[in-house]
Nanobody, 123 residues
Framework: VQLQASGGGLVQAGGSLRLSCAAS????????MGWFRQAPGKEREFVAW?????FYTDSVKGRFTISGDNGKNTVYLQMNSLKPEDTAVYYC????????????????????WGKGTQVTVSS
C-alpha cells in the first residue's frame, strides 16, 4: 500500500491550498483516510478525518474541508484562510473505517502513511 500526498506549497496568509492523497496497492473500500501535520519542533497532530463521519481538530474548523473520492481512492484537504501557524509537513494516513475518533486523533490503528507534503504560510 502506498499513499502519495501532493499539493503543498508556499502561500501568503489568507490564501488557499488543496492537498490530495492518492492510495494505491490494494482495495480501500473498508478504509478511511485523513490528514495529520507536524510543524518544526512540534509533535505530529491530527488535522482531519474522512471516515464514517468527518471530524477536524478545533484549530482548522471552518477553514479546512476534507473530502474523498472513493472511485479514485483519493482524499482531499481544501485549506482556506491559511495562517502562519498552519505551516507544517502534512501527512495523509489510512486506517480501518471503524476506528473511533479517539483512536484516529491519537494515530492508533493507522497503518499506512504518506511521505508528507510541505505547506508554508507566510505572514
Amino acid at each position: 500500500v502506498q499513499l502519495q500526498a501532493s499539493g503543498g506549497g508556499l502561500v501568503q496568509a489568507g490564501g488557499s491550498l488543496r492537498l490530495s492523497c492518492a492510495a494505491s496497492g490494494r482495495t480501500f473500500s473498508s478504509y478511511a483516510m485523513g490528514w495529520f501535520r507536524q510543524a518544526p519542533g512540534k509533535e505530529r497532530e491530527f488535522v482531519a478525518w474522512n471516515g464514517t463521519s468527518t471530524f477536524y481538530t478545533d484549530s482548522v474548523k471552518g477553514r479546512f474541508t476534507i473530502s474523498g473520492d472513493n472511485g479514485k481512492n483519493t482524499v482531499y484537504l481544501q485549506m482556506n484562510s491559511l495562517k502562519p501557524e498552519d505551516t507544517a509537513v502534512y501527512y495523509c494516513a489510512a486506517g480501518a473505517s471503524y476506528l473511533s475518533v479517539a483512536q484516529v486523533v491519537q494515530g492508533r490503528g493507522l497503518y499506512y502513511w504518506g511521505k508528507g507534503t510541505q505547506v508554508t504560510v507566510s505572514s
